[in-house]
């Protein structure tokens, strides 16, 4: 097999690997199960609303509502009004109801969804969000239906710099407290959540109360299905990152022991987080369930913290996050957050932060993120130039090697022996390494595996707008819409992908001379295209400049750099061989 070969395949293995990822094989095996089974609270056996169980019945919220013989009233000031409270910051829009203290609504005003409006985060209101539970002798207390007073104001507006602190209360029982202090802030995506409870340690049952996230993350990309793909909870226990993933079921139920450091749910590009502060919780428990958002498939996830509950005053502390997973802005909670973020194998992360981080630089004097990715295209090209100059000149040079091989080959095919000497022996006549030009290429590919993660998946940018038609770098660039489907290639037609092809047929066209490879020329590019439609638009935008630069780079080598001069030991009987 001759170089030119090898590297085709080179990148067609590149292209497998890429059509790999998207699978769910590729999924389950980047993140094994590793989870120790924990004793389940009464509450996890519970179904979400109107979704069946494994035996057909249909379970409803109101099965999370006490009716037992507890003692504790299962809906404390039932025929209180509820109350919103409404808090605006510049980075977010909040509605907070007195019903369990509950987040019915969290607006992220600095991105936008496919409606034009702010972001969304709550993706049920309904289902007690940053509520608490109890187990009570065979029931679970499920504060998020009870009527908490409030006393401030419905209006809470914050200026730069300021912040407050709403109080909420609930007493079912002469001895029985909780206080919730929820302190907003502004020019911050967190809160801190300090809750009080009394009395409470001598009526659970398992020692411990959880703090809920009921209702899910929303759906905030146009592509539902993309969102999907990357939704699903996580959870530090001890140093170990745990991911629960719905997968293709059609709900699951998991619960997690050890040092819950923090828990979290996301989605491509948003997160909500709950993390301890002082004392970590003692575990974790996930419920998910499949529903439907904007026409297409989406999963929610209600997530609980399970903390200790041991004294008879006990006062717990979280920092609860709401906001983008924006790799500069979780980091800076200094508890592992950004572990969330896929930057690819372990080899491959330190690549792609050295990216992002380089990329974000740049965008500090540069406001036009197309444009970074100009630049940036250009100074990578340069970093690699060695390298590629390396494997083309080898490859040409290999070229004009093969008209002598061929001679060998017809002389010696017979005595596969000897035709393995006598090639080993031209080769070293001419100082030529046949695995010099596949191996530079090979030593982008870490690179270039950590440019697709960094452009594909990180929110800087998400929304961020180039050129012409090309409104969102996070987004294919489609100008028009087929009315059917095209296997691998979809129904949208995108102009970058098209681009990239066809600088992608010049390159290839340049290169490959054997007959015999003809068809790749072809096929190559038409591969590439069908593949690469469907991904983002900042993304196709890398590589078509790259295509370019490569090509200009193959114009501009020396004529020279490809003679092949024999060495001075075997020059009496080689010859001069030039590029023709």
């Known amino acids: 097999m001759d170089l030119d070969r090898r590297t085709i395949l080179a990148f067609l293995l590149i292209g497998l690997v890429l059509i790999f990822m998207q699978t769910d094989l590729y999924r389950r095996w980047l993140y094994p199960k590793g989870s120790v089974p924990a004793k389940r609270a009464p509450y996890s056996q519970v179904k979400a609303p109107d979704e069946e169980s494994a035996e057909g019945a249909v379970v409803t919220a109101e099965s999370l509502i006490v009716r037992g013989e507890s003692g504790v009233s299962s809906s404390p000031g039932k025929e209180a009004a509820e109350r919103v409270v409404e808090v605006q910051t ?18 992220v005003l600095r991105y936008q969804g496919p409606d034009g409006e702010p972001v969304e985060l709550v993706g049920d209101p309904e289902r007690g969000n940053l509520s608490l539970r109890f187990v009570v002798g065979t029931d679970t207390v499920d504060t998020g239906e009870w009527i908490w007073e409030y006393q401030g104001p419905e209006s809470v507006q914050l200026g730069a710099g300021e912040n407050d602190t709403l109080t909420f209360s609930v007493r079912p029982r002469e001895d029985l407290t909780i206080v919730k202090k929820v302190v907003v802030y502004d020019g911050r995506y967190d809160i801190l959540m300090k809750v009080q409870l009394k009395g409470w340690d001598q009526i659970v049952g398992d020692k411990s109360y959880r703090l809920v996230w009921g209702g899910g993350i929303a759906s905030s990309e146009a592509r539902v299905s993309e969102d999907a793909s990357y939704t699903r909870v996580y959870a530090l226990l001890g140093k170990s990152l745990e991911k629960v993933d719905l997968g293709k079921a059609g709900s699951r139920q998991q619960a997690m022991s050890g040092v819950a450091k923090w828990l979290a749910g996301r989605t491509k590009y948003f997160t909500v987080a709950m993390i301890p502060e002082g004392e970590a919780g003692e575990g974790i428990e996930v419920k998910g369930w499949r529903t439907r958002a904007r026409g297409a498939d989406w ?62 630089w740049f965008h500090r004097f540069i406001p036009n993120y197309g444009v970074v990715l100009v630049i940036f295209s250009v100074l990578v090209k340069v970093v690699v130039y060695p390298l590629t100059r390396k494997s083309y000149v080898s490859m040409k040079q290999m070229q004009l090697l093969q008209p002598r091989l061929m001679e060998l080959r017809e002389k010696y095919g017979n005595d596969p022996q000897k035709l393995n ?160």
């Open 90 to 107: 510049s980075l977010y829009a909040a509605r907070l109801s007195t019903r369990g203290g509950r987040v019915l609504s969290w607006r």
């Open 421 to 580: 000497r006598e090639t080993m022996r031209l080769y070293k006549e001419y100082g030529v390494n046949p695995m010099s030009g596949c191996l530079p290429t090979l030593l982008q590919f870490p690179l270039l595996y950590a440019l697709f993660i960094v452009f594909r998946s990180t929110i800087e940018l998400r929304g961020a707008k180039f050129v012409w038609w090309i409104k969102d770098l996070s987004q294919p660039d489609i100008v028009y819409t087929l009315p059917f489907s095209i296997p691998l290639y979809g129904r949208g037609v995108s102009i970058l992908p098209l681009a990239m092809g066809v600088t992608m047929f010049i390159q290839q066209k340049m290169t490959v001379t054997d007959p015999k490879q003809k068809a790749m020329v072809y096929l190559m590019p038409v591969f590439f295209v069908l593949l690469f439609n469907s991904f983002p638009s900042g993304l196709n935008l890398y590589y078509t400049l790259f295509n370019v630069l490569s090509i200009i780079q193959q114009e501009v080598i020396p004529e020279k750099a490809v003679e092949l001069k024999p060495k001075e030991e075997g020059a009496r009987k080689g010859r001069v061989l030039r590029k023709a």
């Open 299 to 360: 999963k929610l996830y209600e997530f609980a913290l399970r903390m200790p509950l041991v004294k008879e005053d006990q006062e717990n502390a979280f920092r609860i996050f709401l906001g983008p997973l924006d790799y500069g802005v979780v980091k800076q909670y200094r508890v592992g957050l950004e572990r969330m973020m896929d930057f690819g194998w372990s080899v491959i992360r330190p690549i792609s932060k050295g990216i992002l981080i380089l990329f974000r």
